[in-house]
Every structure is written in C-alpha cells, then in structure tokens.
C-alpha cells in the first residue's frame, strides 16, 4: 500500500512557473532517491530530475537553470518548481521512489500516477 501522489500540475503560459508536489506513504521516504520524470506524447519517459537521501541533485540538461527539484524529509514530500516554462516542457510529470540493497541487490521502486503540465499561450 505504498502511495505516492503527485499534484500542482495545470495550465501556465510560456515563461510561467509551477511548483509539482509529490506526497509519499508507506515508506521510509528519507532512505529513498527521489525523482521527477515526464512523458510527451509519443516520446519516451525521461528523467528530468533526482535528489539522493543525502541531498545533492542532478537533472536533465534541457532543465538546467529552470527547476529545482527539493524534499522535505518531515512532511514525507518531494517538490519540483519549474520556472522559464516553455512549450517543450509539456508532458505528463511522475514521481519515483527508489532505493537499491546493496548487499541483496534487491530494488525497491514507486511510481506516482503522474500529473498533467501544459505550456500554452
């Protein structure tokens, strides 16, 4: 029964901002990487961004300088603000939790149900 619910997506006009938020449940959020991915129609799933238990992040090239991906431990969440929106970001977004046991090689990985974001004039 482990949950994640993404929210904040909608429609913004190019150069806008939204700020996605991911709800987690069930597990032991501060044991897992967290990241943001998107899907356009007729394209692939691509990470946009991460952000390890430790902290440090990484993103997509074409993101850079536009989003910052964050969590917040306490409240179980991870955040994507998403600034300088342009048409090309339009996609479905998904939260992903993911944690690997490095002694069993067992992964554990969660998906969210995804979130529209639509960048239109």
């Known amino acids: 029964q482990v949950q994640l619910v993404e929210s904040g997506g909608g429609l913004v006009q190019p150069g806008g901002s939204l700020r996605l938020s991911c709800a987690t449940s069930?597990?032991?959020?501060?044991?897992?990487?967290m990241g943001w991915y998107r899907q356009a129609p007729g394209q692939q799933r691509e990470l946009v961004a991460r952000?390890?238990?430790?902290?440090?992040?990484n993103y997509t090239d074409s993101v850079k300088g536009r989003f910052t991906i964050s969590r917040d431990n306490a409240k179980n969440t991870v955040y994507l603000r998403m600034n300088s929106l342009k048409s090309e970001d339009t996609a479905v977004y998904y939260c992903?939790?993911?944690?690997?046991?490095?002694?069993?090689?067992?992964?554990?990985?969660?998906w969210g149900q995804g979130t529209q974001v639509t960048v239109s004039s």
């Open positions: 992903n939790a993911h944690r690997t046991r490095i002694l069993t090689g067992r992964a554990y990985d969660y």
């Open positions: 069930r597990i032991i959020f501060s044991s897992y990487t």
């Open positions: 952000i390890f238990n430790g902290g440090s992040t």
